[in-house]
């Protein structure tokens, strides 16, 4: 029998379910998408210790949506080559795809200069996330991250036994390596570095960084998530990849979603030892569930170096362009090495939502240490210009 849930009272007891969060499906990905969401006391969905998010009762228009800006979203892809590879490779899609994916491991190994034995593929870089997550703490055991930081490994990790060791980032918002460190226990099985950080979009120096995870992994394994690494404009940052040349225990993740822009193509990649990734290959196989489509999407991306690199112009005008006028009207931001910016608010967070959404703007709303922040993707530089108009009219 089917039956028609109230969604007020399913808020107030707490049972709403990402999947049932229809006014905000980007909160419903995931392998955990059905576990009860977290609301606390004020109507906010509970992210971790420090972080909160705001989000709206009703869903809005979205055919009257002019600027989307909080997804993190690349404004400008997918590039021209890979959707031509799209369509010549729609006639091979009654075929698995597996020799198209060795070939696109053996050209992704090249350029991270390993072998390819060290790469393994998947629908994105957070089905990886979410797959180590189930392999290493299957048994229990903890993970260590900063927080604010991206959520899909540690929820993912909390939701099949593990418990998390929340480590509050500096006061410039990088890692706060030291106590990341401090934080490590004979039951720590992961920890887990977003660099740069989502949801704050700082950056930790590479060398620090490098010197942490050199050390460090060798007590335990790091998991580095480079998703935005390729947009960090002027930033002291490298991937760590080259520690795998080292022998480190360390895995990094990519993705297409980003400069490559491919957010809906579905695919991305983890660079680790053999070893490590043997033990996710015992229990999945990694690049099952990638389509033959976004194989040659990827491979043909990749050989368009002219579509990253003015992606990463195009990210750094219209960033600031916004530094500026946030500037103008008095907003604190954080600096951001990503292709989104946060910055703090004065207003009530879902009312921020409902007065930026009747504008046709959509972002994101946080509290973080109970402050109310905005987070905005960067758009196109006319989605820009809009938002910073809805802005002024409600400064």
């Given amino acids: 029998m089917n039956q028609k849930l109230d969604r007020r009272s399913l808020l107030k007891s707490g049972l709403l379910t990402l999947g049932g969060l229809a006014v905000a499906p980007h909160l419903s990905a995931g392998a955990f998408s059905n576990v009860p969401l977290n609301i606390d006391r004020s109507n906010r969905i509970y992210r971790s210790p420090l972080l909160r998010e705001h989000f709206l009762d009703e869903e809005p228009d979205f055919t009257k949506m002019i600027a989307k800006l909080n997804a993190n979203e690349n404004p400008y892809g997918p590039p021209a080559a890979a959707k031509k590879a799209v369509s010549d490779s729609v006639s091979g899609g009654n075929r698995y795809a597996w020799r198209e994916l060795y070939d696109l491991v053996a050209k992704i190994a090249k350029k991270e200069g390993i072998a390819p034995d060290h790469i393994m593929m998947g629908p994105g870089s957070s089905d990886l996330l979410e797959k180590v997550a189930i392999v290493l703490f299957k048994d229990g055991g903890n993970v260590v991250s900063a927080d604010p930081s991206y959520m899909s490994l540690m929820n993912v990790a909390k939701s099949v036994g593990a418990t998390w060791k929340a480590v509050p980032c500096n006061d410039d918002w990088s890692h ?8 490590v226990d004979k039951d720590t099985k992961l920890v887990y570095i977003c660099n740069p950080n989502n949801p704050v979009g700082m950056i930790t120096p590479g060398k620090e960084l490098l010197d942490f995870c050199s050390r460090v992994s060798e007590k335990v394994p790091i998991f580095i998530d480079e998703a935005y690494i390729e947009l960090a404009v002027g930033a002291d940052t490298e991937s ?3 520690l795998l040349q080292k022998k480190k225990n360390v895995i990094i993740a990519r993705t297409f979603s980003k400069i490559m822009g491919m957010a809906g193509l579905r695919i991305g990649y983890i660079a680790a030892l053999p070893a490590f990734l043997d033990q996710i290959q015992e229990i999945t196989r990694g690049g099952m569930g990638i389509a033959y489509t976004s ?3 990827a491979s043909a ?3 368009d170096t002219e579509f990253q690199d003015t992606t990463r112009k195009l990210n750094h005008e219209a960033k600031l362009y916004l530094y500026s006028n946030l500037d103008k009207m008095g907003y ?3 600096p951001s090495y990503t292709n989104f910016v946060i910055f703090p608010i004065t207003m009530a967070g879902k009312e921020f939502l409902g007065k930026m959404s009747s504008k046709g703007v959509m972002v994101r709303s946080f509290d973080i240490s109970n ?4 987070r905005v993707s960067i758009g196109t530089m006319d989605e820009m210009k809009m938002f910073v108009g809805a802005l002024q009219d409600l400064s």
């Fill in 176 to 183: 706060n390596l030291k106590a990341m460190e401090a934080a």
């Fill in 240 to 242: 760590m990849v080259s």
């Fill in 295 to 297: 194989i040659a999407a």
């Fill in 301 to 303: 991306a990749m050989d």
């Fill in 332 to 334: 604190k931001y954080i």
């Fill in 371 to 374: 402050k109310t922040w905005c």
